[in-house]
């Protein structure tokens, strides 16, 4: 069965600094990637995505992921972090077969920035 | 453009009530997925409806069901609530069959099971 694994749970940094979430599929096959962000208070927003072609994908924010398929990991990256970037991030995943929409979501990361 | 809206917003019900919650997608969008995401989790897969048939199901028992509506909007009823019930209900939409369909989210109903 496909599986999700985002192995930071909380994270916390100061403003300016790096952020890497990350983020491992089981999957094997071909798959559809997504990023997605929980702000306090509100809805699940999408931050990016990848479907094909280049691997390294640019989002909302400021954000960018890479897609190494070798690994079968897809972080999450941003160089400076903002405290407007203190949220719950969640990957997610879609085996791309005909029929096949559901999205397997990995368990999240909370991250907090300190201004 | 009216995104994907949910009612109601919360809901409080005890063990062995049914419960129905509502969806309607996002303008132009004509697949409704349901999520489960319990406190502390990611979202898990209820189930998705398409041209008003479920086409795809998780691992939820029976008491989980579904409609889907000619104008694409959709319901998610629980029967015989438990405990474990207790969640936020994420419903999502897309445009089945594009090559870049993508899930969008509605807030969600928050349901708590006393």
């Known amino acids: 069965a496909q599986s999700v694994s985002q192995h930071n749970h909380h994270v916390i940094l100061s403003e300016a600094a790096s952020l890497e979430l990350g983020c491992n599929y089981s999957?094997?096959?071909?798959?559809?990637l997504f990023w997605y962000v929980q702000y306090p208070g509100q809805h699940l927003q999408l931050l990016l995505k990848y479907f094909s072609g280049d691997p390294l994908v640019k989002g909302i924010k400021g954000f960018e992921a890479e897609f190494i398929k070798s690994k079968f990991s897809f972080n999450l990256r941003k160089p400076s972090v903002q405290w407007s970037d203190t949220a719950e991030y969640f990957c997610?995943?879609?085996?791309?077969?005909?029929?096949?929409?559901?999205?397997?979501f990995g368990t999240g990361t909370r991250l907090l920035v300190s201004p | 453009d009216a995104g994907v809206t949910q009612s109601p917003t919360h809901l409080i019900k005890t063990r062995g009530q049914q419960v129905t919650l509502r969806c309607s997608p996002k303008s132009g969008h004509d697949t409704v997925s349901w999520y489960q995401q319990a406190l502390g989790q990611g979202p898990q897969f209820i189930f998705q409806y398409y041209e008003e048939e479920e086409r795809q199901r998780g691992n939820f028992p029976d008491r989980f069901s579904g409609h889907q509506f000619p104008n694409y909007s959709s319901e998610l009823n629980v029967n015989a609530l438990l405990l474990g019930d207790s969640a936020l209900y994420l419903c999502?939409?897309?445009?089945?069959?594009?090559?870049?369909?993508?899930?969008?989210f509605g807030p969600g109903t928050r349901l708590t099971v006393l």
């Open positions: 997610a995943v879609r085996a791309w077969n005909t029929g096949f929409q559901k999205l397997v």
């Open positions: 999502a939409s897309s445009l089945r069959g594009t090559s870049t369909d993508t899930q969008y």
């Open positions: 999957y094997g096959g071909t798959v559809n």
